[in-house]
């Protein structure tokens, strides 16, 4: 992008550009696209097999004892950005679509530390699972997760109160003061997908989405075939928020650096701007009304300004995984307890460049274009990985302890389907005690639970790609033969990693 374009910008087109950048580094948050690189080679190798065994996890008390307490403050003055010293943000991603009633303030989707350096100059971006387990005072639920701390401060004034006291919380497990926030909404960022032209990505596997329509409310299944694609802002968002793979919420993260160094890529292409810049009147109204941030406007200018020569070189990220924290079931809930002396270690590395170094691979850069914008792929159906997800060491232990009663049941036309897959499932050591035919048809499969299993449904829901909103809990009753209960949809029928040599067992009745 030359000189000239930059200084035909007026200053209200720069506020969008950098409200813009500040949108998409907060949605889209920040893994380590070396996770996703790293790793992608492994879960090809190992998708066929479950895997029992896993490191040895510490002593839960070592962990206990170190998670710093954080009572709310009230909100304090924060001077301005000069521009010169260290730029100290978290980022927060919320879903404050209407759910169920009564269900209360959002929670955090994603949480990311920000540290920006511009004597160096130097971009380091820290992301956080939103299971890390905290101790937040006063908050009903135990144990509690990092991503609770927003709606405790919500519930106090609002999102600005949610912002502030989340910064607190994830200041004293980092041992940092985060002065500065910023939290964005959806329609931000499905707004400002859509005014760049979407983004194109290298899809590295077949995924079934749930897309979400912000103004109907109404879900749509999207297959995405495997293969580079441009994807618009609703698809971004269904692709950022997919856990439905064997890395679930590290995996998303991944996902989501993914988007991200797309979008940066993006905005580098001259054509993006003559496309982007008719656009400013809505693009505006829509982050005017799903960003809340304690920078003032000429601040976000700067720091944009900035950060539009930052050479990639310098911009450092990694995300908190099971090599700072261990996962674990505390009151049949799954939160992943911080070894807190890694988390720092591994904040110095990243943030402040401090001890070894940490490589980041980056994904290929998009190759600029001049012509009109690339149009969305169109979904095309291809035919899921085969053979289960393999799921990380400590969830399969835990399934193992919880001994869940599993239920299958045919939603389809398609003979013998229950019953074959009854035999899949038990082939892995999951205890099928029912099997028959559901009372409904399902074009996508669905899931009952009736029993505190946590382990087991979330292994359940990546093998049959059922999403929250098709799974539902219900309180326990007396002389129910199953915990769990599966209803095999259509999806699951044209598209299963059964084997062809599974067959039904000799005492199971055929199931249509």
């Not at 948050?29 to 998708?47: E, I, P, S, Y």
């Not at 928020?241 to 989501?256: C, K, P």
């Not at 809340?292 to 070189?313: E, F, H, I, M, Y």
């Not at 199953?482 to 029928?493: C, M, R």
Request: proline fraction near 10%; include cysteine.
């Amino acid at each position: 992008m030359n000189a000239e374009f930059w200084r035909r910008l007026s200053w209200q087109e720069w506020l969008l550009f950098a409200a813009l950048l500040l949108s998409l580094f907060l949605v889209c948050g920040t893994g380590a696209w070396w996770f996703w690189q790293d790793n992608l080679a492994h879960a090809q190798h190992v998708r066929s097999r479950w895997s029992p065994f896993g490191r040895a996890t510490p002593d839960l008390a070592t962990f206990l004892t170190a998670l710093p307490t954080v009572p709310f403050e009230p909100a304090a003055p924060v001077a301005p950005w000069d521009g010169q010293s260290p730029l100290v943000m978290l980022l927060l991603g919320v879903d404050d679509r209407p759910w169920v009633a009564n269900w209360g303030p959002p929670r955090s989707d994603t949480l990311v530390v920000l540290v920006y350096d511009p004597q160096q100059p130097r971009l380091g971006v820290l992301s956080l699972p939103r299971d890390l387990m905290v101790d937040i005072p006063g908050w009903p639920a135990y144990p509690q997760k990092i991503n609770m701390a927003y709606p405790a401060g919500f519930a106090q004034g609002g999102p600005h109160a949610g912002a502030r006291y989340a910064a607190q919380v994830v200041g004293q497990l980092l041992d940092m003061s985060i002065p500065y926030y910023a939290v964005v909404n959806y329609a931000a960022f499905v707004e400002a997908i859509d005014a760049i032209g979407g983004v194109k990505l290298d899809v590295p596997h077949p995924m079934l989405l749930d897309t979400y329509d912000l103004t109907t409310g109404a879900y749509k299944p999207v297959r995405l075939k495997e293969g580079r694609q441009t994807l618009n802002g609703t698809l971004a968002l269904a692709y950022v928020r997919f856990r439905g793979d064997e890395y679930g919420d590290f995996g998303r993260m991944a996902r989501q650096q993914q988007v991200l160094w797309a979008v940066y890529q993006r905005l580098k292409e001259p054509w993006v701007w003559e496309y982007l810049l008719p656009r400013i009147p809505s693009l505006y109204q829509s982050l005017h009304n799903g960003v809340w941030t304690n920078l003032r406007a000429q601040d976000v200018v700067r720091w944009g300004w900035q950060l539009k020569d930052l050479p990639s070189r310098n911009i450092h990220m990694a995300v908190v995984d099971q090599n700072q924290a261990q996962a674990r079931m505390i009151n049949g809930v799954y939160v992943l307890v911080p070894d807190v002396q890694a988390i720092r270690a591994l904040r110095d590395q990243v943030l402040f460049g401090r001890g070894a170094s940490v490589a980041a691979t980056r994904p290929a850069p998009t190759r600029a274009v001049t012509a009109a914008p690339m149009p969305v792929a169109s979904p095309t159906p291809q035919p899921l990985p085969q053979g289960p997800p393999t799921p990380t060491p400590d969830w399969w232990a835990m399934a193992q302890q919880e001994r869940a009663r599993i239920g299958i049941y045919n939603g389809t036309q398609t003979p013998g389907l229950a019953c074959r897959t009854a035999a899949y499932l038990r082939q892995y050591g999951f205890w099928v005690v029912d099997v028959g035919n559901a009372t409904q048809r399902y074009a996508s499969s669905a899931m009952d639970v009736w029993s505190s299993k946590p382990a087991t449904v979330h292994l359940l829901q990546l093998l049959f790609r059922v999403p929250d909103h098709r799974l539902t809990h219900w309180p326990p009753q007396p002389g129910t033969v199953v915990d769990i209960a599966v209803y095999l949809g259509e999806d699951w029928a044209q598209h299963n990693p059964i084997p062809p040599d599974v067959t039904c067992d000799e005492a199971t009745p055929t199931q249509r």
